[in-house]
C-alpha cells in the first residue's frame, strides 16, 4: 500500500454517488460548513469481503514497534482474535490478553486492560463495543496507539474519539482516542449474531433524532452545530435504508454499507470533537435504560435499545412539531428531588447536568417567545432532515429490528419513567427537555 491512510478504504458502496470515506482518509473531503478540507486522526480504515492473509500487512504500515497486545474477550479471540494474534506473530511479540466472561465497560475494567498490555508497543482490539471501547480509553491514559479489527457491525463507535465508561453506576461518554486503524472482514461481520447486525442498524438509524434534537439546540440554546457529520453519512444511508432486509440475508453487499455508515458516523462524532451528531435524546434513554433496568432483565444489546428508544423520539418530535409552538415552564424539578429520585451520588451528578438548562420564570417566557417567533421556521428545517417515525418503523420491522419496550424486556411502567427522567442524566436540551418544559413529555408518544 503507497498510502496507508488510504488503506482500502475507497471500497465502493453500490449506489453511493461519491466515496466520502476515501476522500476523508486522503484530506480531500471538503467540510460543507466552512470549504476547509477536513482532516482526522486516523490513518487506516479497511473495509474488504476478507482480510484473511493481510492482517500484518495493514498493522505494519503503521510501524507501532514490536510488541503488540491483542485484546479479546472468549468469544472474539475463537471469531477472529487468535488469527489476528497469530499473524502478527510475523512482526514481533504478541501478548493475548483474554477477558474473561462479558466484560464491563467500567474503570475496574479499563484497569485490568491497563495493567495487562503495560509492556506492549499498542493494543489491538479484537471485538466490538465494550472491546473497543476498553481499548480506546485504555490506550488513551497509557498515551499508546491502537488499532481495532470488529467483530460485528453492532455500533458506531469504533472511529470516534470518546469511550462509553461506566464511573460509579453512572453511564458517561469519556474523551478517550481514535484507533490509528480500523480493520473490518466483511465474512466476520456477516457471521456475527444477528441480533448484533439488527442492533448496529438501529444505532444507525438515530442519525435523523439526533440531527433534530441538535438542530433544536441550536435554535433554542445557540449550540455550536455542523452539518459535516451529515454530509458524510446521507449518500450510504440512502443505500441502507433502502433495502434493510438485505441485512438478514447477510449479504455482503448490505453489511458493507453498515460497516461504512457506522464508520462514517464514529468519523462525524470525531470531526465534531464529541457525540453530538450521533447521541441526543435516544442515548438518554437508553444511558437510563443501562443504569436503572431491573437487575433480572436479559442483556440487550446497545443498539436494541437505540432502535426503540429513536422510535420514541420520532414520534415525540413529530408530535411537538405538529401542534402550536410551545409554551415554557420554569424548571420545578429540585436538587432535593434529583436526590430522592436517583440516589445522593447519581443524583448529584445529574443535579450538575440539569442545573445547567433548568429554566428560570425569566428564561422560561424569554424562551417562548423565541420559539413563537422561530416556530414555524424550525419545523421546515427539520422536516428536510427528519426520516417519519412510520418510515423508521418499517425499515425496522423489514430489518427484524426491535421496536417496543417490551421487545427489549422492559415493562410499559420503567420505559415511561427512563423517556420522562432521561433529561436529567446531561446537559443536552432535545425535545425530550422541550416537552417537559411544556408539560408535555407525559402525555406523548
Known amino acids: 500500500m503507497n498510502d496507508s491512510r488510504l488503506a482500502n478504504a475507497g471500497s465502493r458502496t453500490p449506489g453511493a454517488t461519491a466515496d466520502a470515506l476515501g476522500d476523508l482518509l486522503a484530506c480531500r ?211 441502507l435504508l433502502d433495502t434493510p432486509e438485505a441485512l438478514i440475508g447477510r449479504d455482503l453487499d448490505a453489511v458493507r454499507t453498515l460497516a461504512r455508515t457506522l464508520v462514517l458516523s464514529g468519523l462525524g462524532m470525531t470531526i465534531c470533537g464529541g457525540s453530538y451528531p450521533a447521541s441526543q435524546g435516544e442515548h438518554l434513554i437508553s444511558h437510563y435504560i443501562d443504569m436503572f433496568a431491573p437487575a433480572r432483565r436479559p442483556a440487550y444489546f446497545h443498539g436494541e435499545q437505540i432502535a426503540v428508544a429513536t422510535l420514541t423520539m420520532a414520534r415525540i418530535q413529530e408530535a411537538m412539531l405538529a401542534g402550536p409552538a410551545p409554551r415554557l415552564n420554569a424548571g420545578s424539578v429540585t436538587r432535593e428531588d434529583l436526590l430522592e429520585h436517583f440516589g445522593n451520588e447519581i443524583g448529584e451528578a445529574c443535579w450538575g447536568e440539569y442545573a445547567a438548562k433548568r429554566l428560570s420564570g425569566e428564561e422560561a417566557e424569554a424562551l417562548s417567545t423565541q420559539i413563537a417567533e422561530c416556530w414555524s421556521d424550525l419545523g421546515a428545517t427539520l422536516a428536510g432532515t427528519m426520516i417519519p417515525s412510520a418510515t423508521l418503523a418499517d425499515v425496522m420491522a423489514r430489518s427484524g429490528c426491535q421496536q417496543t419496550p417490551r421487545a427489549i424486556g422492559l415493562a410499559a411502567k420503567f420505559y415511561r419513567r427512563a423517556v420522562r427522567d432521561a433529561r436529567f442524566l446531561r446537559d443536552r436540551y432535545t425535545f425530550l427537555d422541550l416537552a417537559g418544559d411544556a408539560g408535555r413529555l407525559a402525555a406523548l408518544p
Open 29 to 239: 473531503w471538503r467540510d460543507p460548513d466552512s470549504g476547509a478540507a477536513v482532516d482526522v486522526p486516523i490513518r487506516a480504515v479497511a473495509i474488504e469481503r476478507s482480510l484473511a492473509g493481510v492482517e500484518a500487512d495493514l498493522v505494519r504500515d503503521l510501524s507501532f514497534g514490536r510488541r503488540f497486545a491483542v485484546v479479546c474477550d472468549a468469544t472474539t479471540q475463537q471469531v477472529l482474535g487468535a488469527r489476528v494474534a497469530r499473524a502478527l506473530a510475523s512482526l514481533g511479540e504478541v501478548d493475548p490478553v483474554v477477558l474473561d466472561g462479558v466484560p464491563d465497560p467500567d474503570l475496574a475494567t479499563v484497569a485490568l486492560v491497563r495493567d495487562a498490555t503495560a509492556t506492549a508497543d499498542a493494543l489491538v482490539a479484537v471485538g466490538s463495543g465494550t472491546i473497543n471501547d476498553l481499548c480506546k480509553y485504555a490506550a488513551a491514559g497509557a498515551g499508546k496507539p491502537y488499532v481495532v479489527f470488529p467483530t460485528a457491525p453492532s455500533m458506531n463507535g469504533y472511529t470516534s474519539m470518546n469511550a462509553a465508561i461506566t464511573v460509579d453506576g453512572y453511564k458517561k461518554s469519556l474523551p478517550a482516542k481514535a484507533p490509528l486503524g480500523v480493520f473490518i472482514d466483511l465474512g466476520v461481520l456477516a457471521g456475527a449474531p444477528l441480533r448484533m447486525i439488527q442492533a448496529g442498524l438501529g444505532d444507525s438509524l438515530c442519525r435523523s433524532t439526533a440531527q433534530a434534537d441538535w438542530l433544536l439546540s441550536k435554535y433554542l440554546r445557540g449550540t455550536a452545530y455542523r452539518e459535516a457529520p451529515f454530509a458524510l453519512l446521507a449518500p450510504d444511508e440512502a443505500v
